[in-house]
């Protein structure tokens, strides 16, 4: 399969070559990160048994659309799903989502050591190009690092930071211009974080707070250094910590507990799953780690709010923008593909023990 991973990428350059661009709007959606935007990657490398679906919904770690989904429904864009490409087939003329589930933000997967990380995910892109010039109408996402810390077991922000900076450069470098790169939510709050005591979920709290003022401070030297680059601001941290701080008001009546709740401790994105949750519209949060759909939600609105302001307010993509937002929630995947068709999957979740 990695051979097919890597194959793939040297096939694509004619899809991610520059397209008319339609004035104020981005005429494609490229997408890296890890199991937060995995529209069905994992899923369909893992030839359909990761994460199972249902109760997950069609390939997502959620009950339903994802915010990637959302976003791209919002600006009329629907990425190819890299592991649907076609060598030699129809021209994904939308763009591609590169997202594997249990990526960090260097070139490990936490769940399965065939699946790339963030970085293989840029350099599939880059190969993909042919040597052609990327894109510069097109919106380019970055969201990860937060399995670095729960299934990598980083404690030095230095590292994630860095990786994500090498990957804005990067795609800089090949012709992308506008990014759009969100910060972790507070990964102490997680089901998973807050399952393992107190001292684990401060400790974990501690970490996405240094993590996120070093990627504040590496993406605002990235927008001085790099002439005409446009970072968007996002910041998930404080729009997650608003909804958990202020749960009413956002229609949610639970923010701590999971949702979907497996009995496996090998694999819980397989059965068994105690009772599915009647109302999974009042949780934040769908399984020990991943937002309900409704949460993702809150994410596509918010980021959507942040590309329109962003539009309003810089005519000239070069203006020097002070970037804020940043960095990555994966709130990983931890999983483990088979190594044959009918083998079990194994995952990881005992990251933080």
């Known amino acids: 399969m990695k051979k097919q991973i890597v194959a793939t990428g040297f096939v694509l350059f004619s899809f991610m070559l520059p397209l008319k661009a339609t004035a104020a709007t981005f005429n494609q959606l490229f997408v890296f990160g890890d199991s937060l935007s995995d529209t069905g990657n994992?899923?369909?490398?893992s030839e359909g048994t990761v994460p199972q679906s249902p109760p997950y919904f069609n390939g997502r770690f959620s009950n339903g659309p994802i915010w990637?989904?959302?976003?791209?429904?919002?600006?009329?864009l629907t990425p190819t799903l890299y592991a649907n490409l076609i060598p030699g087939g129809p021209r994904p003329t939308?763009?591609?989502?590169?997202?594997?589930?249990?990526?960090?933000?260097?070139?490990q997967?936490?769940?399965?050591?065939?699946?790339?990380g963030l970085q293989t995910e840029i350099d599939l892109f880059k190969g993909g190009l042919g040597g052609q010039p990327a894109n510069k109408d097109a919106l380019y996402i970055l969201w990860a690092g937060a399995n670095d810390y729960l299934?990598?077991?980083?404690t030095n922000p230095a590292g994630p930071v860095g990786n994500l900076s090498k990957a804005v450069t990067e795609l800089y470098q090949t012709g992308a211009r506008n990014f759009l790169v969100a910060n972790l939510p507070d990964l102490g709050k997680t089901p998973l974080a807050l399952s393992q005591g107190i001292g684990v979920s401060q400790g974990l709290n501690q970490l996405t707070g240094a993590h996120n003022q070093g990627l504040s401070g590496a993406l605002n030297e990235l927008s001085k250094t790099l002439n005409g680059i446009n970072l968007i601001p996002f910041d998930v941290n404080s729009l997650f910590n608003n909804a958990i701080s202020n749960r009413g008001d956002f229609g949610f009546t639970n923010v701590t507990d999971a949702c979907l709740v497996s009995l496996n401790q090998s694999n819980p994105f397989v059965e068994?799953?105690?009772p599915q949750c009647p109302d999974p519209e009042n949780y934040l949060f769908w399984d020990f780690l991943h937002p309900t759909t409704k949460a993702h939600q809150l994410v596509a609105d918010a980021a959507f709010n942040a590309i329109e302001d962003n539009q309003k307010s810089v005519p000239e993509p070069s203006a020097g923008l002070g970037i804020l937002a940043l960095g990555a929630l994966g709130a990983g995947s931890m999983l483990k593909r088979p190594v044959k068709k009918a083998s079990p999957v194994k995952v990881k979740v005992d990251a933080l023990r």
């Open 42 to 45: 994992v899923f369909t490398f």
């Open 68 to 76: 990637v989904d959302q976003l791209g429904s919002k600006l009329g």
């Open 94 to 107: 939308e763009g591609i989502n590169f997202a594997f589930g249990g990526a960090t933000t260097g070139r």
């Open 109 to 116: 997967n936490v769940g399965d050591p065939i699946l790339p």
């Open 151 to 154: 299934g990598g077991k980083v």
């Open 272 to 274: 068994p799953f105690l």
